[in-house]
């Protein structure tokens, strides 16, 4: 399945789910749909890597609008109401709020939206990594798979460390607010792109105008 085709026949949440689940069984994970009792969860998703088995609960949202902080508050609750033994992950087609993600990083929740299937796009076509940075969980394997890439793989899924001292804490607060800094100006940097391409647009449009008031004098 071409990754850049996945939302092309998708006309309901339903047919999002079903085709999530495709995609994601074509890349060694086991998937399936939970029904209509949920609780927050529509899909569940093991692999192993390394004999080492990882589950991910994910909430499918198929919107023609960005996502706000509700549905990671759904899944982050629905991954608890199956046990917490797994990785709350949110998969959208849109884009999603600064806001929401940094309440999603804060509160362990991954999200697969628009700029993550920009990368998923591009590492698709050139069946080569663009970042050199492992991500963590379902994106990481994804994109591990793609490339055949062993240790980046291993990567994604290394553990958590052990519980934080009062010093470590304090410095992962620091890091949380860099990061969330770091959201903010990815978000600046995707706006301003639109910003150009609209300017772009309108110029165009001006010209053509220009040319046809040019014509009909």
Request: proline share 3%.
């Amino acid at each position: 399945m071409e990754v850049w085709d996945i939302f092309r026949d998708c006309k309901s949440g339903i047919d999002f789910e079903n085709t999530v689940v495709k995609f994601l069984r074509c890349l060694a994970f086991e998937a399936n749909r939970t029904g209509k009792d949920d609780g927050g969860i529509d899909i569940v998703a093991t692999t192993s890597i390394l004999s080492t088995k990882y589950t991910f609960y994910i909430q499918c949202k198929y919107f023609n609008t960005p996502l706000g902080k509700h549905p990671i508050q759904e899944v982050y609750a629905g991954t608890n109401y199956y046990g917490g033994n797994g990785k709350p992950v949110v998969i959208t087609n849109n884009k999603v709020t600064v806001d929401a993600r940094v309440y999603a990083k804060r509160l362990g929740v991954e999200i697969i939206a628009d700029a993550e299937w920009v990368e998923l796009k591009q590492v698709f076509k050139a069946r080569k990594l663009i970042n050199p940075n492992p991500h963590k969980g379902m994106l990481g394997i994804i994109l591990a798979r793609v490339c055949n890439n062993q240790s980046y793989l291993e990567a994604s899924v290394q553990g958590t460390p052990a519980p934080l001292t009062n010093k470590e804490q304090l410095k992962l607060e620091i890091i949380n607010d860099f990061e969330a800094a770091e959201e903010y100006l990815k978000e600046a940097a995707r706006l301003q792109q639109s910003v150009a391409q609209y300017q772009q647009r309108a110029m165009t449009l001006q010209k053509e105008a220009l040319l046809k008031n040019l014509d009909y004098g």
